[in-house]
């Protein structure tokens, strides 16, 4: 029913930027919250930025100041800029909607995209 197709991932020099893209298809109403979480080789999937409907962000400390999450709610897509990448940011990156409401049937949930590759190079 809802699907979240990611683009944008590489790879990149370290000081280099990427730009992110998560778009959400399906028989969606709305989604409460976009965002995307990372998980680095041997670490666990943490949180790298979300945003609200109303434009309010979140974002994990190791990111705070490069990175910009924003959002196209007509679209249903979320955008992360990254820049200044380093190798720490070296991840999966991986798009999440949660409270997510469909046309379909009551109630909220949460999804997930497949992941995308990120890998920086020092």
């Known amino acids: 029913q809802v699907s979240l197709v990611e683009s944008g991932g590489g790879l990149v020099q370290a000081g280099g930027s990427l730009r992110l893209s998560c778009a959400a298809s399906g028989s969606i109403f709305s989604i409460d919250v976009m965002g995307w979480y990372r998980q680095g080789p041997g670490h666990q999937r943490e949180l790298v930025a979300i945003?609200?409907?109303?434009?309010?962000?979140k974002y994990g400390d190791s990111v705070k100041g490069r990175f910009t999450l924003s959002r196209d709610n007509a679209k249903n897509t979320a955008y992360l800029q990254m820049n200044s990448l380093k190798p720490e940011d070296t991840a999966v990156y991986y798009c999440?909607?949660?409270?997510?409401?469909?046309?379909?049937?009551?109630?909220?949930?949460?999804?997930w995209g497949q992941g995308t590759r990120v890998t920086v190079s020092s």
């Open positions: 945003i609200t409907t109303g434009g309010t962000t």
């Open positions: 999440n909607a949660d409270g997510v409401v469909v046309t379909s049937r009551y109630g909220k949930y949460v999804y």
